[in-house]
């Protein structure tokens, strides 16, 4: 059965930390790897990767796949408080079907 | 990114009707799929909604139950039918494979948030 696992499901930190969030998976037909900010309803697109070590980078996030370790992290650099939210990641498998990890709730305090 | 709208925003029904979600994109995009996010969990997806066929579902999710629509490739809509408290959820329309974007990005209208008493 396809998976996806992040860890940790939730992280506590202060403004200005960095955070590394983590993202396994295991599905029987890879295409890509996505990952996603939603704080009320509406997922917001952050990156795709399909190639291994790869930087992609926003500002003050970046991310980076591992093909033969099948795992991504995600990183946030100089945190804000605009940045709490759930970061979700999702693996596209087969014909773009998503799979979800839980999610990492993330909180940053002022 | 393509603009997506869903109506309603959120919806309170009573047990045993149905609520119609509808789902518009500015752009043609060739996939366009339906998930769920039930309190407190991550997005599942529902279906794939075909256009000019039938959608196709995943595993636990019937016609019967979730009817979808898709006759054009801006548009899309979801029943939620014979509806009972376990229904409260997000459901949330994503497309992908639009012009000008990679064929595997998702992205996500604003969500429909359904209560059921």
């Known amino acids: 059965e396809d998976k996806v696992v992040q860890s940790p499901l939730s992280l506590v930190v202060h403004e200005g930390d960095t955070v590394t969030l983590n993202c396994s998976y295991e599905?029987?037909?890879?295409?890509?790897l996505l990952w996603y900010k939603q704080e009320k309803k509406a997922p917001t697109f952050l990156f795709m990767l399909?190639?291994?070590?790869i930087e992609k980078k926003s500002g003050r996030l970046s991310s980076i796949l591992d093909k033969k370790e099948l795992f991504s992290i995600l990183n946030i650099t100089a945190t804000q408080t605009g940045d709490s939210a759930v970061y979700l990641c999702?693996?596209?498998?087969?014909?773009?079907?998503?799979?979800f990890g839980q999610g990492t709730r993330l909180t940053i305090n002022p | 990114s393509a603009v997506i709208s869903q109506k309603p925003s959120r919806d309170i029904c009573q047990r045993g009707t149905s609520l119609t979600i509808q789902c518009q994109v500015d752009s043609q995009v060739t996939m366009m799929f339906w998930y769920r996010q039930q309190p407190g969990q991550s997005l599942t997806l529902i279906a794939t909604?075909?256009?000019?066929?039938?959608?196709?579902?995943e595993s636990g999710f019937v016609i019967d139950k979730f009817p979808i629509s898709r006759p054009n490739l801006t548009f899309s809509t979801l029943t939620v039918s014979n509806l009972s408290p376990e229904d409260s959820s997000i459901y949330l329309c994503?497309?992908?494979?639009?012009?000008?974007?990679?064929?595997?990005?998702?992205?996500f209208g604003p969500g429909t948030r359904l209560t059921v008493l």
């Open positions: 994503s497309v992908g494979g639009g012009q000008g974007r990679g064929y595997n990005e998702q992205f």
């Open positions: 909604a075909n256009q000019g066929s039938e959608a196709t579902y």
């Open positions: 599905v029987t037909n890879f295409r890509s």
């Open positions: 399909t190639s291994s070590g």
């Open positions: 999702a693996v596209v498998e087969g014909a773009q079907k998503l799979v």
